[in-house]
Protein backbone atom coordinates (compact mmCIF):
# COMPACT_ATOMS: atom_id res chain seq x y z
CA UNK A 1 0.00 0.00 0.00
CA UNK A 2 2.75 2.24 1.01
CA UNK A 3 4.38 1.33 -2.39
CA UNK A 4 1.47 2.15 -4.69
CA UNK A 5 1.59 5.75 -2.69
CA UNK A 6 5.07 6.03 -3.35
CA UNK A 7 4.42 5.22 -7.28
CA UNK A 8 1.44 8.29 -6.99
CA UNK A 9 -1.62 6.12 -6.49
CA UNK A 10 -3.23 9.17 -4.27
CA UNK A 11 -3.33 11.31 -7.66
CA UNK A 12 -4.14 8.59 -9.88
CA UNK A 13 -7.71 8.31 -9.71
CA UNK A 14 -8.80 5.58 -12.91
CA UNK A 15 -7.21 3.09 -10.02
CA UNK A 16 -8.59 2.22 -6.17
CA UNK A 17 -6.54 -0.53 -3.45
CA UNK A 18 -9.42 -3.02 -2.50
CA UNK A 19 -8.69 -5.13 0.76
CA UNK A 20 -9.30 -8.28 -1.22
CA UNK A 21 -9.62 -10.49 2.08
CA UNK A 22 -12.65 -8.87 3.21
CA UNK A 23 -13.99 -10.35 -0.34
CA UNK A 24 -12.48 -13.31 0.45
CA UNK A 25 -11.16 -13.55 -3.42
CA UNK A 26 -7.97 -15.22 -3.42
CA UNK A 27 -5.71 -16.91 -0.63
CA UNK A 28 -2.13 -16.48 -2.69
CA UNK A 29 -2.44 -12.75 -3.50
CA UNK A 30 -1.55 -10.11 -1.17
CA UNK A 31 -4.52 -8.61 1.20
CA UNK A 32 -4.26 -5.29 -1.11
CA UNK A 33 -5.06 -5.06 -4.76
CA UNK A 34 -4.57 -2.40 -7.03
CA UNK A 35 -7.84 -2.17 -9.95
CA UNK A 36 -9.69 0.08 -11.81
CA UNK A 37 -11.77 2.26 -9.84
CA UNK A 38 -14.90 1.55 -11.88
CA UNK A 39 -14.92 -1.98 -11.22
CA UNK A 40 -16.89 -2.43 -8.00
CA UNK A 41 -16.95 -5.62 -5.17
CA UNK A 42 -19.31 -7.81 -7.26
CA UNK A 43 -17.65 -7.82 -10.44
CA UNK A 44 -14.30 -8.59 -8.75
CA UNK A 45 -15.73 -11.88 -7.32
CA UNK A 46 -17.36 -12.74 -10.45
CA UNK A 47 -14.05 -12.30 -12.24
CA UNK A 48 -12.64 -14.37 -8.81
CA UNK A 49 -14.57 -17.37 -9.76
CA UNK A 50 -13.56 -17.49 -13.34
CA UNK A 51 -9.91 -17.27 -13.24
CA UNK A 52 -7.88 -20.12 -12.14
CA UNK A 53 -7.20 -20.27 -8.36
CA UNK A 54 -9.46 -16.88 -7.83
CA UNK A 55 -6.39 -14.91 -9.16
CA UNK A 56 -7.98 -11.66 -10.72
CA UNK A 57 -6.17 -9.45 -13.37
CA UNK A 58 -4.59 -7.13 -10.61
CA UNK A 59 -2.23 -4.21 -11.26
CA UNK A 60 1.29 -5.00 -9.88
CA UNK A 61 2.93 -2.21 -11.56
CA UNK A 62 1.95 1.56 -12.90
CA UNK A 63 3.09 4.40 -14.03
CA UNK A 64 1.09 7.41 -12.66
CA UNK A 65 2.24 9.77 -15.35
CA UNK A 66 1.12 7.71 -19.04
CA UNK A 67 -1.13 5.08 -17.28
CA UNK A 68 1.21 2.09 -18.55
CA UNK A 69 1.02 -0.70 -15.80
CA UNK A 70 1.51 -4.51 -15.93
CA UNK A 71 -1.23 -6.35 -14.25
CA UNK A 72 -0.90 -10.53 -13.39
CA UNK A 73 -3.67 -12.78 -13.42
CA UNK A 74 -4.48 -16.79 -14.28
CA UNK A 75 -5.66 -18.51 -16.62
CA UNK A 76 -9.58 -18.15 -17.67
CA UNK A 77 -11.50 -20.63 -16.65
CA UNK A 78 -12.86 -20.83 -20.57
CA UNK A 79 -12.72 -24.50 -21.35
CA UNK A 80 -13.42 -25.94 -24.66
CA UNK A 81 -16.46 -24.13 -25.17
CA UNK A 82 -14.33 -20.92 -24.55
CA UNK A 83 -16.94 -19.74 -22.18
CA UNK A 84 -17.03 -16.18 -21.53
CA UNK A 85 -17.26 -13.61 -18.27
CA UNK A 86 -18.46 -9.82 -19.32
CA UNK A 87 -17.13 -8.95 -15.72
CA UNK A 88 -13.87 -10.12 -17.16
CA UNK A 89 -14.40 -8.58 -19.99
CA UNK A 90 -15.33 -5.16 -18.66
CA UNK A 91 -12.47 -5.48 -15.97
CA UNK A 92 -9.44 -5.67 -19.10
CA UNK A 93 -11.02 -3.53 -20.79
CA UNK A 94 -10.72 -0.76 -17.96
CA UNK A 95 -7.02 -1.66 -17.16
CA UNK A 96 -6.74 -1.20 -21.27
CA UNK A 97 -8.04 1.96 -21.15
CA UNK A 98 -5.49 3.14 -18.57
CA UNK A 99 -3.34 3.88 -21.64
CA UNK A 100 -5.79 5.15 -24.39
CA UNK A 101 -5.82 8.56 -24.83
CA UNK A 102 -7.76 11.06 -27.35
CA UNK A 103 -5.78 13.30 -30.34
CA UNK A 104 -6.91 15.76 -33.36
CA UNK A 105 -6.87 14.17 -36.49
CA UNK A 106 -5.83 16.09 -39.61
CA UNK A 107 -9.80 16.90 -40.08
CA UNK A 108 -9.58 18.12 -36.35
CA UNK A 109 -11.65 15.90 -35.05
CA UNK A 110 -11.33 14.42 -31.73
CA UNK A 111 -10.18 10.62 -32.06
CA UNK A 112 -8.55 8.19 -29.91
CA UNK A 113 -5.00 7.44 -30.51
CA UNK A 114 -4.07 4.18 -31.96
CA UNK A 115 -2.83 2.03 -29.34
CA UNK A 116 -2.88 -1.96 -28.66
CA UNK A 117 -3.06 -3.83 -25.18
CA UNK A 118 -0.49 -6.70 -25.12
CA UNK A 119 -1.93 -9.44 -23.42
CA UNK A 120 1.02 -12.22 -21.96
CA UNK A 121 0.28 -15.52 -21.96
CA UNK A 122 3.77 -16.88 -20.12
CA UNK A 123 2.87 -20.47 -21.40
CA UNK A 124 3.56 -21.74 -25.32
CA UNK A 125 0.41 -21.54 -27.06
CA UNK A 126 0.19 -25.39 -27.09
CA UNK A 127 0.27 -25.45 -23.40
CA UNK A 128 -2.92 -22.74 -23.21
CA UNK A 129 -4.93 -25.16 -25.79
CA UNK A 130 -3.83 -28.31 -24.05
CA UNK A 131 -5.17 -26.69 -20.48
CA UNK A 132 -8.65 -26.18 -22.80
CA UNK A 133 -9.32 -29.43 -22.09
CA UNK A 134 -9.11 -29.28 -18.08
CA UNK A 135 -11.76 -26.28 -18.20
CA UNK A 136 -8.64 -23.96 -18.36
CA UNK A 137 -7.31 -21.91 -21.26
CA UNK A 138 -7.00 -18.49 -22.35
CA UNK A 139 -8.04 -15.30 -23.23
CA UNK A 140 -9.82 -15.22 -27.07
CA UNK A 141 -8.40 -11.56 -27.67
CA UNK A 142 -11.47 -10.83 -29.93
CA UNK A 143 -13.27 -10.77 -26.57
CA UNK A 144 -11.37 -8.14 -25.13
CA UNK A 145 -11.12 -4.74 -26.91
CA UNK A 146 -13.14 -2.11 -28.24
CA UNK A 147 -12.72 1.04 -30.30
CA UNK A 148 -10.14 2.97 -28.09
CA UNK A 149 -7.55 -0.08 -28.85
CA UNK A 150 -6.62 -3.39 -30.09
CA UNK A 151 -5.57 -6.13 -27.82
CA UNK A 152 -2.98 -8.55 -29.11
CA UNK A 153 -2.11 -12.29 -27.20
CA UNK A 154 1.50 -12.88 -27.07
CA UNK A 155 2.63 -16.22 -26.33
CA UNK A 156 6.19 -16.45 -24.35
CA UNK A 157 6.79 -19.94 -24.81
CA UNK A 158 8.52 -20.96 -21.27
CA UNK A 159 8.16 -23.98 -20.12
CA UNK A 160 6.28 -25.28 -17.70
CA UNK A 161 7.19 -24.72 -13.70
CA UNK A 162 8.95 -28.04 -13.21
CA UNK A 163 11.16 -27.56 -16.01
CA UNK A 164 11.95 -23.76 -15.27
CA UNK A 165 13.10 -24.77 -11.59
CA UNK A 166 14.87 -27.59 -12.87
CA UNK A 167 16.58 -25.48 -14.26
CA UNK A 168 17.10 -22.94 -12.00
CA UNK A 169 18.25 -25.70 -9.95
CA UNK A 170 20.93 -26.68 -12.08
CA UNK A 171 22.28 -23.47 -12.97
CA UNK A 172 21.74 -22.23 -9.24
CA UNK A 173 24.52 -25.50 -8.36
CA UNK A 174 27.44 -24.05 -10.89
CA UNK A 175 26.82 -20.81 -9.29
CA UNK A 176 26.68 -22.08 -4.90
CA UNK A 177 29.59 -21.81 -2.55
CA UNK A 178 32.33 -24.38 -3.26
CA UNK A 179 30.97 -26.09 -5.90
CA UNK A 180 33.47 -27.39 -8.09
CA UNK A 181 36.04 -25.21 -10.20
CA UNK A 182 35.30 -25.77 -13.58
CA UNK A 183 37.30 -24.50 -17.23
CA UNK A 184 35.50 -21.88 -19.26
CA UNK A 185 34.61 -24.95 -21.52
CA UNK A 186 32.98 -27.19 -18.87
CA UNK A 187 31.02 -24.49 -17.22
CA UNK A 188 29.62 -23.13 -20.10
CA UNK A 189 28.66 -26.79 -21.28
CA UNK A 190 26.75 -27.11 -18.78
CA UNK A 191 25.32 -24.08 -18.14
CA UNK A 192 24.34 -24.55 -21.73
CA UNK A 193 22.89 -27.89 -20.89
CA UNK A 194 20.71 -25.83 -17.65
CA UNK A 195 18.10 -24.89 -20.12
CA UNK A 196 18.38 -21.53 -17.98
CA UNK A 197 19.29 -19.13 -21.12
CA UNK A 198 16.87 -20.37 -23.20
CA UNK A 199 14.39 -19.84 -20.93
CA UNK A 200 15.29 -16.22 -20.33
CA UNK A 201 15.68 -15.49 -23.78
Known sequence: EADFNRLGLQSFRKLRLVT???????????NHLLVPADVDDRDLVAVSKY??????????WFDVRTGAHI??????????????????ERLVALLAGLTARETVNEAGDVVWA??????????????????????KG???AKHYRDGRYATELLHMNIGNIHAV???????????????????????LGKLDASGWLAHVH
Open 20 to 30: QARLNLCQTYP
Open 51 to 60: RSKQRIPAVS
Open 71 to 88: ARCAQPMAGVNSRRCAED
Open 114 to 135: KCTYYIIDARSKVASRGNQLMG
Open 138 to 140: VEQ
Open 165 to 187: RESFDAVHALHRPGAPELSSGGY
